[in-house]
């Protein structure tokens, strides 16, 4: 089976890591399945992989019925050919190309205006185009159907020991260690940092990638409140350490999830969730 991921966010590495966050789960479930990623070019050189292709996604050609069948993303998926699309949250660059011949198209929506999910006159959000639209977080809007837990990159047992950052960092063992994390817009990461802290920046040559597997050997996380930082940071184990810092977001409402989400107690991984689904099919 080829299943392909389909992101079009352009701020931060979320979306990437939300796609490879399913690549992994899908490998610890050993499934027989082609996995690929697309979506646009990333600005993070650590972050680079095989398994990711980058499309161009031209808001004109991909509104218009006839421009956006012959449009890069459109040659990029019939050229893989994939039994599954699971879309992350950008419907608006497919409404002209599903469905895709053969192919099933699952919807994941983590929070969002209410509006992301109606879209504008001539141009609107239509659900029949998915088998299954699936909320990735807990919040509830009309138009999705299903929910399973945050999607994080990692699970507790495949985290680094937690002597493994200090080792990393040359940080002696009597000595607090405090780290700035940012993988969102170039410079926002002088509003989360202090000035003790050890910065990871995710625009760097040498990140580590994924981090979030690194992190539980740090005493004190301090990072901007956005999906894949907050759900990590209580899946993982290090939430109670983590002192985060609500940027302002088009799409993503963080002083939201600091609020409402601090309670919320994570059974499964969504990764594995999805992972599951995806080999019964």
Not at 37 to 58: H, K, S
Request: charged share 25%; glycine share 8%; with cysteine.
């Amino acid at each position: 089976m080829k299943v392909a991921y389909f992101t079009g966010g352009t701020v931060g590495a979320g979306h990437l890591v939300r796609g490879v966050a399913i690549g992994r789960a899908l490998a610890r479930r050993a499934c027989d399945v082609e996995y690929r990623m697309f979506g646009p070019a990333l600005p993070f050189p650590a972050a680079t992989r095989d398994d990711y292709q980058a499309v161009a996604l031209d808001e004109a050609t991909l509104r218009d019925p006839d421009r956006a069948r012959a449009s890069e993303l459109a040659a990029a998926l019939a050229a893989f050919r994939p039994d599954l699309l699971v879309v992350d949250m950008f419907w608006a660059p497919l409404r002209r190309l599903l469905p895709l011949a053969g192919c099933e198209a699952w919807l994941l929506v983590r929070c969002c205006p209410r509006g992301w999910l109606a879209g504008t006159p001539g141009f609107s959000f239509d659900p029949r185009q998915y088998a299954r639209a699936i909320a990735i977080e807990p919040f509830r809007h009309a138009a999705l159907r299903e929910a399973v837990d945050p999607i994080v990159v990692c699970n507790p047992d495949e985290c680094r020991p937690t002597s493994a950052l200090r080792e990393r960092l040359g940080t002696a063992s009597d000595r607090p260690l405090v780290v700035a994390t940012h993988a969102g817009v170039r410079g926002e990461l002088d509003g989360i940092a202090t000035p003790d802290a050890v910065r990871f920046d995710l625009f760097a040559d040498d990140a580590l990638f994924p981090l979030a597997e690194w992190l539980p050997g740090a005493d004190v996380v301090l990072a901007a409140a956005g999906y894949n930082s907050f759900w990590e940071a209580r899946w993982l184990g290090y939430a109670s350490r983590t002192r985060f810092t609500s940027l302002r977001r088009a799409i993503d409402d963080q002083a939201w999830r600091v609020h409402a989400c601090g309670g919320h107690v994570m059974r499964t991984n969504g990764a594995d969730v999805l992972a599951g689904w995806i080999a019964g099919r």
